[in-house]
């Protein structure tokens, strides 16, 4: 295996991506020429690796990230989401509203306005009213978010009338591309390959280090 920090990394041949942390191959195909540490990237000295010095803590809660959270109006029920925009610093978070969407959760003061006339429509977007959620306010159903590395079964073609996809047996390493409520899509970092699955494909190796393994 190719080692996970810069120098060793190039020692055995491969390039270091910055925008990932990770070792990859070195190639242009595999990590943009920005990006890439190595013979084919912008530079093949480690020092210019600027995310190295930063702080490797992970985020629990983060852009991409599936949450669940209470309704303001306090209904029974549970709204889920993918977070949209992470302020850290202020522990505030957006989340969208429903997949194929940017539209974001906003409050019940928001919903419940009177409509605006048609000509204010336009100006009336500036003061669109996000709900903020603080960290207590959301459940994390899966920390998986883009850029992570993960198992994953792949799909294979059943032999069922309705011709539906099964799990493959085994697992492959992939690289999370994006996250919605239902699905995980990935690249296998064998093939190349870019699937669209379901989250009971994927398999949560991101927490390995603090000896979770779960399946999500």
């Not at 190595?38 to 600027?50: E, H, Q, S, V």
């Not at 309704?71 to 925009?85: K, L, P, Q, S, Y």
């Not at 960290?135 to 883009?146: D, K, N, Y």
């Not at 992570?148 to 059943?158: L, P, R, T």
Request: hydrophobic share 30%; net charge negative.
């Amino acid at each position: 295996d190719l080692a996970d920090t810069c120098q060793p990394c190039l020692s055995k041949g491969g390039g270091w991506c910055t925008s990932e942390q990770r070792c990859v191959e070195d190639d242009t195909q595999f990590c943009d020429v920005d990006n890439l540490i190595g013979l084919a990237g912008f530079t093949n000295d480690c020092k210019a690796d600027d995310e190295a010095g930063k702080s490797n803590t992970r985020p629990w809660i983060d852009k991409g990230v599936l949450v669940s959270y209470t309704f303001e109006n306090g209904t029974c029920c549970m709204g889920v989401g993918i977070v949209h925009r992470a302020y850290h610093v202020l522990e505030e978070y957006t989340v969208l509203l429903r997949d194929e969407s940017k539209e974001e959760v906003k409050t019940e003061r928001w919903n419940n306005r009177r409509p605006a006339k048609k000509k204010d429509e336009n100006s009336e977007y500036h003061d669109m009213e996000f709900r903020y959620f603080r960290p207590q306010e959301l459940t994390v159903l899966s920390g998986i978010r883009p850029n992570d590395v993960v198992e994953a079964h792949f799909a294979v073609k059943s032999k069922s009338a309705d011709d539906s996809l099964t799990k493959s047996k085994r697992t492959e390493e992939a690289v999370v591309i994006n996250c919605t409520v239902s699905t995980v899509a990935v690249n296998f970092t064998s093939d190349h390959v870019v699937s669209v699955l379901p989250r009971d494909f994927i398999v949560d190796t991101t927490n390995l280090t603090s000896g979770r393994h779960e399946e999500l």
